[in-house]
């Protein structure tokens, strides 16, 4: 295996991942409990501020440091995705922010005093067509008047800002139909019971999602970031270092499969040998790393490139969806070599099989970005 990248960060974050082994992740998954003490304690650790500048307190690394955070997290069994947001949202403040705004929010952000865990994008008729959205912020004197409903939003109920994308400018009045969206920054503390409804949704992982409801929020003008019209630009910024970030998920996740299955194989004996002496075993737990390998390195090529300020649109989209197949691969496969106890919960395999199906659909799904391929990089035409 290549060398990899910080090591003694990937070191420290497998020492703080051991003290939440599969036990604490099973008992919070069987009731979809938000694992609070192991976002505490990365807080705490300073993990989760790692790319917020060291002049508003935080450790100014550039994103190849929190994809090796959050691929060690993944790869030691626990899950980043209830609290991975935080170290990326802050971006859009960070990026279009106004300087009043930085220096009100980033220090509080760095130190985990403030929690900005909610990205509200999705709405249930619009789907992936972001343009369509339809809650409405009119303004009104001092604040933006917000109505409507989003889906999907995570976290939102663990948090105490969103960042919030929201039409100011109806679509049929726009010369561009991305243009004439906006960007609020919600206080959450003060917004829930006097215009915001969190709901949660269950779901078939334990990811703290919900749904929510806009009846006239109050919001004030002054936490519109950057201009208003133009919120859909600063969103898509924004999504690169999600995509990568999430991309180093699955390969943690890949490589927690990877690890369990060729251990499992080792020593599970059937028919008087073990069962990874096999090819029929040992071949699938070998594609499965090839796969994983070629994912790994354009994510690192992705992840460089956005460090390095260089445009990385197509290389964030590319590595998120060879990383999401690569690791839904490896967990298919892991279920297949442990047989029977793939599907017992106190083995984790269940879990993390579970969890890694999301990547393929969220926050992007991979028919959005074959279209991104098909038609910005190959100049295919244009289906939608
Ligand atoms: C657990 C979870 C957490 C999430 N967290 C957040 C969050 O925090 N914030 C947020 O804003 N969103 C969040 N999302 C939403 C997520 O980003 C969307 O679910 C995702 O982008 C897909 O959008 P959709 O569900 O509306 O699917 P749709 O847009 O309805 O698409 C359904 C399917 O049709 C395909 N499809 C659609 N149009 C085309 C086309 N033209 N050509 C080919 N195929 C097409 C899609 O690829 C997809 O497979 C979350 C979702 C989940 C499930």
């Not at 992982?205 to 919120?231: Q, S, Y």
């Amino acid at each position: 295996m290549p060398e990899q990248s910080h090591p003694e960060i990937r070191e420290s974050v497998r020492r703080l991942c051991a003290e939440f082994p599969g036990s604490y992740w099973q008992a919070l998954d069987r009731d979809r409990i938000y694992p609070t003490e192991f976002v505490r304690t990365l807080t705490e650790a300073g993990f989760l501020s790692v790319l917020v500048p060291e002049g508003f307190g935080g450790a100014g690394l550039g994103l190849s440091a929190a994809t090796a955070i959050l691929e060690e997290i993944h790869r030691s069994g626990c899950n980043g995705g209830a609290c991975h947001a935080q170290m990326y949202t802050m971006g859009t403040i960070l990026k279009h922010g106004s300087a009043e705004q930085k220096a009100r929010y980033l220090p509080g952000i760095a130190s985990g005093d403030l929690r900005l865990q909610a990205f509200g994008v999705t709405e249930p008729t619009s789907g992936t067509d972001t343009t369509r959205i339809k809650t409405f912020a009119r303004r009104d004197g001092d604040d933006y008047v917000v109505s409507g409903q989003k889906i999907w939003i995570s976290r939102a109920e663990h948090s105490d800002l969103m960042v919030l994308l929201v039409r100011t400018t109806p679509r049929d009045q726009v010369a561009k139909s991305s243009d004439g969206m906006s960007v609020l920054l919600v206080d959450m503390r003060d917004a829930v019971g006097n215009g915001l409804t969190i709901r949660p949704v269950r779901t078939m992982l334990n990811h703290a999602t919900t749904e929510l409801f806009f009846d006239d929020l109050r919001v004030p003008a002054a936490n519109l970031i950057g201009e208003e019209g133009k919120g859909f630009k600063y969103i898509l910024d924004g999504m690169n270092a999600e995509r990568i970030l999430i991309a180093s998920e699955c390969i943690g996740d890949g490589r927690f499969f990877i690890d369990r299955a060729s251990a499992y194989a080792a020593e599970r004996e059937v028919f008087g040998r073990p069962i990874g002496e096999n090819q029929g075993i040992q071949f699938p737990i070998a594609r499965a790393y090839v796969q994983l390998s070629a994912a790994a390195a354009v994510v690192d090529q992705a992840a460089a490139m956005f460090e390095a300020g260089e445009p990385c649109g197509t290389e964030a989209n590319m590595a998120k969806m060879l990383a999401s197949e690569a690791s839904w691969y490896a967990a298919d496969m892991c279920v297949q070599t442990h047989g029977g106890f793939g599907f017992a919960e106190e083995y984790d395999i269940e879990r993390k099989f579970r969890e890694t199906r999301l990547y393929q659909v969220a926050p992007i799904s991979t028919n959005l970005i074959l279209s991104h391929v098909a038609t910005h990089v190959l100049k295919l035409p244009k289906s939608f």
